[in-house]
């Protein structure tokens, strides 16, 4: 097992990581007085799969366990479903000491965590991460949110779980396409925070592939690790923190318009790294060589590295819902692997002559 801390200042709080940790919820919780009562929100797939240890976990920490089901992946992340949870809450009279717990993927603790962040203002919350995107990167920072029609995330809060449960026994039962959707968000902190990592999974990914519960400890302390830090120095993505968008302003554009029925969010970042890599040489903020080196990482991690892009017009527009937004389009660029910035001067023209090069749809 591997403790990695969050600092926050005042808000500090321990990811756990390791085999078995969710049948041991209730030796990790840290001291919630007055809670008599943990919801968990998780979709059917979920609850078959790993429901049962976490409800004896919690039992075992005193608390009583009710389950609140929820639609499976994006579907979950609605104002509507939003709106019937905080309503479920209520009518079982939840008060402000009890506990919410989110199980699954990065969706339910995105829905799981704003329900939390805003019934009565606050109540405490847990994150028990199912999937690999959502314990290497989801599940951790403090983000929650619903979507809209027009864009992704962009209704939501800063609120920090109480503590995180990254049980690497999950990840074994996982559909292949899941498990390496979130190779992308691993692949994401290789390129940007630790060349460690990236030198590693471009000697040997056949541990990460193979699903070996060792090495995913090991790899997901070290994601977990990189982001306690950058979380810790900014906490509310005002500076260095939005280099964890890299890949993210291209993803969460195709997911939209692609209803969030299309790619998966990891399917959807990979393809934003090419494009980021390759509008970093474009500029020349990059060397040649970034584009090649992303594209044989990804492929290397059974991640698609080209495909059909939706048209050009509907992309720009699409960018322009992006929350990093801000007199411009801004982007996470690389000027080379474990050296990201952000810009917020690049043109329409460069945009387009990117998509051009990636085949999008005239």
Not at 24 to 40: D, I, K, T, Y
Not at 106 to 117: C, K, R
């Amino acid at each position: 097992m591997v403790r990695v801390t969050v600092p926050i200042p005042g808000k500090a709080y321990d990811v756990v990581i390791g085999t078995g940790v969710l049948a041991e919820a209730g030796e990790h919780l840290p001291s919630l007085p007055g809670a008599r009562r943990a919801f968990v929100m998780a979709d059917r797939a979920v609850v078959d799969r790993c429901f049962r240890p976490l409800a004896s976990g919690l039992a075992a920490g005193g608390l009583d366990v009710v389950l609140l089901t929820v639609p499976s992946g994006e579907e979950a992340k609605t104002l509507q479903v939003y709106g019937t949870l905080v309503h479920q809450l209520a009518t079982q009279e939840a008060h402000r000491d009890d506990l919410v717990v989110a199980l699954g993927g990065g969706a339910t603790g995105d829905l799981a965590g704003f329900v939390a962040s805003t019934y009565m203002r606050g109540v405490p919350f847990v994150q028990a991460p199912t999937t690999l995107l959502a314990q290497v990167d989801a599940a951790v920072g403090g983000k929650t949110a619903v979507n809209l029609p027009e864009g992704k995330n962009l209704v939501g809060t800063f609120a920090q779980p109480r503590l995180v449960l990254a049980d690497v026994d999950a990840l074994g039962s996982l559909e292949e396409r899941i498990y390496r959707s979130g190779l992308a968000e691993v692949a994401k902190y290789a390129l940007t925070l630790d060349t460690d990592l990236l030198e590693m999974l471009e000697a040997d990914p056949r541990g990460v592939l193979a699903r070996d519960p060792a090495t995913l400890e090991w790899l997901v302390a070290r994601c977990v690790s990189a982001k306690a830090r950058t979380v810790a120095e900014d906490e509310h993505d005002a500076g260095s923190r939005l280099f964890l968008n890299y890949g993210h302003t291209l993803g969460h554009a195709l997911e939209r318009l692609e209803a969030f029925e299309g790619r998966t969010h990891g399917e959807a970042i990979a393809l934003g790294m090419v494009f980021a890599a390759r509008l970093s040489e474009r500029r020349g903020t990059a060397s040649p060589g970034l584009a090649g080196r992303t594209t044989r990482l990804l492929s290397s991690l059974g991640l698609e590295v080209d495909g059909p892009l939706p048209a050009p017009d509907d992309l720009l527009v699409a960018f322009r819902m992006d929350k990093k937004f801000h007199d411009g389009v801004r982007f996470v660029l690389l000027r080379d692997v474990g050296d990201p910035l952000v810009v917020a001067d690049v043109t329409d023209e460069e945009l387009r002559a990117t998509m051009d090069e990636m085949g999008a749809n005239a």
